[in-house]
């Protein structure tokens, strides 16, 4: 049996209160709101139940935040992506931001399975003044697990539109991109965090971006492989290679708190079930 879920998130400022409302159509929803950094930012988690997807399955996430709401959204587990005899799995993710919005796009990450055929959609639509903090985490294969990613594809698709566009097909017959210098040089987990704006940042606020994210860059075992940019003045980007997922996750997971703190004026405070 497959499945096509929907989930329509909307985030309002109501009272001094950033507040999430949603509806769901199939096995996709939000658990209770959580307020752990206090009434301006509203921290959600979405829960697919069947805890995977396979071929034919489709995903679909609808994204609104209103002027002045903050909203946070992560996952409880990995997105899984099943070994596929044909049909491809979707999981598409549609990010709409109001004036003055902010919003942070948190899930844990994809894990893309031998044989799989995937996609993996995320768009954000900001308006003038809004900002987002997002980020993609792609693992090929379960290494630890003797499964290799030998087999099978994914798109994987990041857009701010108007501004920023990545759009890839990760083919595990591809070895050049798989295990070449200038592509994914044997390893497996690819990591991408991101702040992105509904107009053209400063070029200062820009570069304090670079230089925070650097500096935790640096500092980490995986300077080697991770590195920092911004492609057009509406985005900056880091990116980390790594072998596995969670020393990835942690250096993306410390960049996130230096921009959260310095440029948001926010606090470094994680979503509850990161700590379980």
């Given at each position: 049996?497959?499945?096509?879920a929907r989930l329509q998130l909307r985030y309002a400022m109501?009272?001094?209160?950033?507040?999430?409302?949603?509806?769901?159509?199939?096995?996709?929803?939000?658990?209770?709101?959580?307020?752990?950094?206090?009434?301006?930012?509203?921290?959600?988690?979405?829960?697919?139940p069947p805890g995977g997807l396979v071929g034919g399955d489709?995903?679909?996430?609808?994204?609104?935040?209103?002027?002045?709401?903050?909203?946070?959204?992560?996952?409880?587990?990995?997105?899984?992506?099943?070994?596929?005899?044909?049909?491809?799995?979707?999981?598409?993710?549609?990010?709409?931001?109001?004036?003055?919005?902010?919003?942070?796009?948190?899930?844990?990450?994809?894990?893309?399975?031998?044989?799989?055929?995937?996609?993996?959609?995320?768009?954000?639509?900001?308006?003038?003044?809004?900002?987002?903090?997002?980020?993609?985490?792609?693992?090929?294969?379960?290494?630890?697990?003797?499964?290799?990613?030998?087999?099978?594809?994914?798109?994987?698709?990041?857009?701010?539109?108007?501004?920023?566009?990545?759009?890839?097909?990760?083919?595990?017959?591809?070895?050049?991109?798989?295990?070449?210098?200038?592509?994914?040089?044997?390893?497996?987990?690819?990591?991408?965090?991101?702040?992105?704006?509904?107009?053209?940042?400063?070029?200062?606020?820009?570069?304090?971006?670079?230089?925070?994210?650097?500096?935790?860059?640096?500092?980490?075992?995986?300077?080697?492989?991770?590195?920092?940019?911004?492609?057009?003045?509406?985005?900056?980007?880091?990116?980390?290679?790594?072998?596995?997922?969670?020393?990835?996750?942690?250096?993306?997971?410390?960049?996130?708190?230096?921009?959260?703190?310095?440029?948001w004026g926010a606090t470094a405070t994680d979503p509850r079930?990161?700590?379980?």
């Amino acid at each position: 049996m497959t499945w096509h879920a929907r989930l329509q998130l909307r985030y309002a400022m109501e009272a001094g209160r950033s507040v999430a409302r949603f509806e769901h159509d199939g096995p996709l929803r939000i658990l209770q709101s959580l307020y752990p950094e206090g009434d301006a930012v509203c921290h959600n988690v979405v829960v697919h139940p069947p805890g995977g997807l396979v071929g034919g399955d489709t995903l679909d996430i609808d994204v609104r935040a209103s002027d002045a709401s903050h909203g946070l959204v992560t996952t409880p587990g990995a997105a899984r992506f099943y070994r596929s005899d044909g049909a491809g799995a979707v999981q598409r993710t549609g990010i709409r931001l109001d004036a003055g919005a902010r919003f942070e796009w948190l899930p844990l990450e994809a894990i893309y399975y031998p044989g799989c055929i995937a996609e993996n959609r995320v768009e954000f639509d900001l308006a003038p003044g809004a900002e987002a903090i997002g980020w993609d985490i792609a693992a090929f294969g379960l290494p630890q697990a003797g499964q290799a990613f030998d087999r099978g594809n994914v798109l994987q698709h990041l857009e701010l539109r108007g501004a920023w566009l990545e759009h890839a097909r990760i083919d595990a017959a591809d070895r050049r991109l798989m295990d070449g210098p200038l592509g994914l040089a044997g390893h497996r987990c690819l990591a991408t965090l991101f702040l992105v704006a509904g107009d053209d940042m400063p070029r200062s606020r820009r570069e304090l971006a670079l230089e925070l994210a650097r500096q935790e860059l640096q500092a980490h075992p995986l300077a080697a492989t991770a590195g920092a940019t911004s492609p057009g003045p509406r985005v900056v980007v880091v990116r980390v290679l790594a072998p596995l997922v969670e020393p990835a996750v942690g250096l993306l997971r410390a960049v996130r708190r230096a921009w959260r703190t310095s440029l948001w004026g926010a606090t470094a405070t994680d979503p509850r079930g990161w700590a379980i």
